[in-house]
T-cell receptor, first 115, second 114 residues
Framework: DGGITQSPKYLFRKEGQNVTLSCEQNLNHDAMYWYRQDPGQGLRLIYYSQIVNDFQKGDIAEGYSVSREKKESFPLTVTSAQKNPTAFYLC??????????????FGSGTRLTVV | KNQVEQSPQSLIILEGKNCTLQCNYTVSPFSNLRWYKQDTGRGPVSLTI?????NTKSNGRYTATLDADTKQSSLHITASQLSDSASYICVVSANNNAGNMLTFGGGTRLMVKP
């Protein structure tokens, strides 16, 4: 079945630690995105990538980093510079580039908690 | 600033009843509006998309309406089922020189009780 796989489902981070969230898609989609979801708030865009080896900052990129070495993979690293990382992180993809109005296909999310 | 406001924030209804969720937006230039359903601990799944020229669109027991003049949309759920319990998110797309920008509402959390 085609889809987006995020792992792990739950992740715990200690203060000052970097953690990496995995996102893999087998939909052959060009564009991939990372969103952060906090209770009662709309999803906010962290980073997005339209093609391999290229990515742009979204609205809340500070404290995060990404890479896009393969079309299928778009991992997100939450660095120690992100002061409030506890949230639900959603990875998404779309067939066209960012300029298209294609529907986003979302993964099942990773819940990150600082302990 | 582009904004999407949803109401109510949460809603509890009995199984079999109907309900209507509201979405008001101030997004420009408007491209389209989507309603997503998000089950707890899962990613959102698209229910329907509304373009500027469409007033109403149905997907099974879900019916979305759009009034582009007043910048309002609603999602009506008919004969609710326990599986309808989820968050419903309104997402408005704007097309400008920077590309296709999405603005997400905060969602309405619906609980259907037996």
């Amino acid at each position: 079945d085609g889809g987006i796989t995020q792992s792990p489902k739950y992740l715990f981070r200690k203060e000052g630690q970097n953690v990496t969230l995995s996102c893999e898609q087998n939909l052959n989609h060009d564009a991939m995105y990372w969103y952060r979801q906090d209770p009662g708030q709309g999803l906010r865009l962290i980073y997005y990538s339209q093609i391999v080896n290229d990515f742009q900052k979204g609205d809340i990129a500070e404290g995060y980093s990404v890479s896009r070495e393969k079309k299928e993979s778009f991992p997100l690293t939450v660095t120690s510079a992100q002061k409030n990382p506890t949230a639900f992180y959603l990875c998404a993809s779309s067939m066209g580039a960012f300029r298209d109005s294609q529907s986003r296909t979302f993964g099942s999310g990773t819940r990150l908690t600082v302990v | 600033k582009n904004q999407v406001e949803q109401s109510p924030q949460s809603l509890i209804i009995l199984e079999g009843k109907n309900c209507t969720l509201q979405c008001n937006y101030t997004v420009s230039p408007f491209s389209n509006l989507r309603w997503y359903k998000q089950d707890t601990g899962r990613g959102p799944v698209s229910l329907t998309i509304m373009t500027f020229s469409e007033n109403t669109k149905s997907n099974g027991r879900y019916t979305a309406t759009l009034d582009a003049d007043t910048k309002q949309s609603s999602l009506h759920i008919t004969a609710s089922q326990l599986s309808d319990s989820a968050s419903y998110i309104c997402v408005v797309s704007a097309n400008n020189n920077a590309g296709n920008m999405l603005t997400f509402g905060g969602g309405t959390r619906l609980m259907v009780k037996p």
